[in-house]
């Protein structure tokens, strides 16, 4: 069967300020969520594509993504790991048994070549993360800025998204999350659970919007791509 892209876009963006949350703001011409649909859409690996937005925004998304076919939209929850969990719901009552990409919209820049690493890696094991070594200096800081103690990098990785799972992999580790803490990612609920997950390379361009600035940054790279 085909693999099920899960794109997670129903939160409330509170860091980046102003008053549309940032997946449905424009980045590089497209509404932010548009891109990484239309990437999975296009991907010939790719079936069922979910897209979980708050009830708040469905009016909005359905206006941002007209035109596009072939997607479900499912109601978000709480925290982003109560809207990934609906959409396996969804899925689950399909009796859906493929392989799941989970994918943050607020990642737009994805790539088909990351989809086929992760779609590689999940030939042998449970689940695949796109991950990058850190290779900044690290260390903690209190909230006067004071450097303390360095941290030691090496053995450190950024994760990003999409992560790729068996169904019933991420469907399990979703059942079975016990943790009062609020995960910050299903990479962590699957390892939780007792699968194993490796990682394949990421790409920087998959860096996740956060700040406002972001969009400043990112303008100015549309400005110089005209130059
Ligand atoms: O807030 P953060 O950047 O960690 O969100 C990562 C992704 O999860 C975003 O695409 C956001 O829209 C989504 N999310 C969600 N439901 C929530 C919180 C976040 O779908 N309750």
């Keep these: 069967s085909k693999a099920a892209a899960i ?7 509170s860091r980046t300020g102003g008053d549309v949350p940032k997946q449905f703001r424009t980045v590089r011409g497209k509404p932010m969520l548009r891109h990484s649909v239309e990437e999975f859409l296009q991907h010939p690996a790719f079936g069922p594509i979910i897209v979980v937005v708050a009830p708040a925004h ?12 072939g997607i479900t939209f499912v109601q978000g929850g709480a925290e982003r790991k109560d809207s990934v969990n609906n959409a396996i719901q969804y899925l689950d009552n399909l009796s859906f048994n493929g392989m799941t990409f989970i994918h943050d919209a607020a990642r737009p820049f994805l790539s088909s070549a990351v989809l086929d690493r992760l779609l590689d890696a999940l030939a042998s ?12 200096s690290l260390s903690r800081a209190n909230t006067n800025s004071i450097l303390s103690e360095a941290v030691e990098r090496a053995g450190l990785f950024r994760i990003q998204t999409p992560q790729a799972f068996h169904h019933q992999v991420i469907s399990k580790a979703h059942a079975t999350w016990n943790s009062e803490k609020v995960p910050t990612d299903d990479a962590r609920m699957a390892m939780a659970a007792g699968y194993k997950v490796v990682f394949v390379e990421g790409d920087e361009n998959l860096a996740k919007f956060t700040f ?12 110089k791509m005209h130059d």
Aim: hydrophobic fraction near 50%; aromatic fraction near 2%; charge should be negative.
């Design 7 to 13: 794109i997670v876009a129903a939160g409330s963006g």
């Design 58 to 69: 469905a009016e909005l998304t359905a206006q941002l993504l007209e035109g596009v076919e």
């Design 125 to 136: 094991s449970d689940g695949a993360v796109p991950a990058l070594p850190v290779v900044d």
């Design 212 to 223: 406002a600035d972001d969009f400043g940054r990112e303008m100015g790279q549309a400005a």
